[in-house]
């Protein structure tokens, strides 16, 4: 059985309990509102569904259907982007009441405080959340543009069903690296409970 | 059975020190799903080059049913590292346990009387014993397991119909294989995800019981946040994002059986609507995650400011 010891964390040590830092902030301050935004992008998805739908039982104009699936599309994952922001927020959220929770037990114990500096996998957790954003949201504004292209007539059958499939394929990898990203966050969340039974255990002399 | 659920989520043995696997279970599912995604992405491109051959259908036939196989694959994967941190919560308990003994006072009060209080993460209640186990989180300890072995199956079983989808584009067999494809995996990521609610439903029991048995080993009254309203969200959200995920599976099996096949043009104007809705019974367990995931911050941030008051004043 492999085991740690408290030194193969790597930590900093400061006299009184640390702030949360800038993605912890701005995750304690943003889940609420992409959350939010989420449902507002599903609803607005949901209602041009079933307007497509009823486009199609009463064979309305083609391109307008192809169009309404762009801007489908577009809802959606705009939905699914703000939902998985929420997510990644939430659990910078926690990680946020880990370092402030942690530090000041330590310092009420009168100890010196001693924070784990972030991990790869939190450094990680970051660039792939922000990758995959920009991925997802730039295929939302191209389906949008796709929508108006194909409305109005200017692009071919061939040509617009190309950049369907393209766009469905960046967004659907872009869903995946977000989960990716989301996954080595709560790794970072178990890393640091286990940095936190050795400090409090460190703290109290009872290692 | 479900002992033996259970002890897949309680350390195997009480060392703080020891490593566990998860992490590395999940990173390792975690790039296999990434992988497979990257394939499909140039299966995607090929296809979207590729328009007028025949081929093009088949190999995004085909992209659908891997694509869906490698999201399942990262939220397995998920489910993984969500093990770890139940695993590991356990052992914090311990420590926290072990580690408040020493540090409390030698004199000290129970804390506060016995009845409702109101504290800045919310309303709590105070007990002398440690509070019975809530139903939604006895039933979680036992559902998560099933949902997350039982949505791979249905993943797998679509992407066999994906592949008689991609050798039948087309004709009947095709559009039925295709609705088929399109019904299992959606409910097989619902069931998954499900099962992922249930973890961090886990995880919620875990720190509310574990927190308790802390301040009762301590000679203290048991101080417990009651349900917020962030949770109660959560378990209807899930309810409500499992049961569309059911729905609609039965819509597209009742499209592939119920109407005509041969006749797309009947079928078309439910599919249009089906995807979307699909997508909606995902949606909704995402958002009681989000919600969940703010819960378990908030539990949390009160129960680091019970151990600051414990070690600070005794009670």
Redesign the interface.
């Known amino acids: 059985m492999t085991t740690l010891t408290i030194d193969d964390f790597t930590t900093e040590t400061t006299a009184q309990a640390p702030d949360r830092i800038l993605p912890q902030k701005a995750g304690k301050a943003l889940w609420a509102p992409m959350f939010a935004m989420s449902l507002v992008g599903f609803a607005v998805g949901m209602g041009l569904a079933i307007a497509r739908s009823n486009m199609i039982s009463s064979g309305d104009d083609v391109l307008q259907i192809a169009a309404y699936g762009q801007y489908i599309s577009a809802a959606m994952f705009f939905g699914f982007a703000m939902v998985f922001a929420a997510i990644s927020f939430a659990i910078a959220k926690i990680l946020g009441e880990f370092r402030v929770g942690g530090g000041s037990v330590q310092e009420a114990a009168h100890s010196d405080v001693k924070t784990l500096k972030m991990p790869g996998t939190a450094k990680g957790f970051l660039i792939g959340m922000m990758m995959a954003m920009m991925i997802i949201l730039t295929a939302v504004v191209l389906h949008i543009f796709a929508g108006v292209a194909i409305a109005g007539g200017g692009v071919d059958a061939i040509l617009a069903e190309q950049w369907t499939i393209w766009l469905e394929a960046a967004r659907r990898f872009g869903t995946v690296l977000y989960l990716f990203s989301i996954m080595l966050g709560l790794i970072t969340i178990v890393k640091v409970i286990q940095f936190q039974s050795f400090r409090i255990r460190q703290v109290a002399h009872t290692e | 059975m479900a002992v033996a659920i259970d002890k897949l989520v309680t350390p195997t043995?009480s060392?703080?020190?020891?490593?566990?696997p998860?992490?590395k279970i999940?990173?390792g599912l975690?790039i296999v799903?990434?992988m497979i995604?990257?394939a499909?992405?140039v299966i995607?491109?090929v296809?979207?080059?590729d328009?007028?051959s025949g081929n093009s259908a088949q190999l995004?036939a085909i992209?659908f049913g891997l694509?869906t196989t490698?999201?399942v694959t990262?939220?397995v994967?998920?489910a993984a590292?969500?093990v770890?941190?139940l695993v590991?919560?356990w052992?914090?308990i311990?420590?926290?346990k072990?580690?408040?003994?020493?540090?409390q006072p030698t004199e000290h009060g129970v804390g506060p009387t016995l009845g409702d209080v109101h504290t800045q993460y919310g309303d709590a209640t105070v007990t002398k014993n440690v509070p019975a186990t809530l139903p939604i989180h006895k039933m979680a300890r036992t559902m998560w397991f099933p949902m997350v072995a039982m949505g791979p199956m249905f993943v797998i079983a679509g992407l066999v119909t994906s592949i008689v989808w991609a050798n039948n584009v087309g004709t009947s067999t095709g559009i039925g294989a295709s609705g088929w494809t399109q019904g299992l995996q959606f409910l097989g990521e619902g069931l998954v995800l499900a099962g992922i609610s249930f973890l961090l439903g886990s995880i919620l029991g875990s720190l509310r019981e574990g927190g308790a048995e802390v301040q009762k080993a301590l000679g203290l009254n048991v101080i417990t946040l009651k349900m917020p309203a962030t949770a109660k969200a959560f378990v209807a959200l899930m309810a409500a994002g499992l049961m569309v995920s059911m729905v609609q599976f039965g819509l597209y099996v009742y499209t592939v059986i119920g109407l005509n096949a041969d006749s797309f043009a009947e079928i078309?104007?439910?599919w249009?609507?089906m995807?979307?809705?699909r997508?909606?019974g995902l949606?909704l367990l995402?958002?009681g995650?989000?919600?969940a995931?703010?819960t378990?911050?908030n539990v949390?941030?009160f129960?680091?400011?019970r151990?600051?008051?414990i070690?600070?004043t005794g009670e």
């Open positions: 043995n060392d703080y020190k020891a490593v566990t998860h992490p999940a990173v975690g799903g990434l995604a990257m499909v992405a995607a491109l296809a979207a080059n328009l007028e995004l992209a694509q490698a999201l990262v939220k994967a998920i590292a969500l770890g941190i590991r919560l052992l914090r311990e420590s926290v072990v580690a408040l003994g020493a540090l078309a104007p439910w249009a609507w995807g979307p809705l997508e909606l949606a995402l958002a995650i989000v919600l995931l703010a378990i911050a949390l941030g129960q680091f400011s151990i600051r008051s070690a600070a």
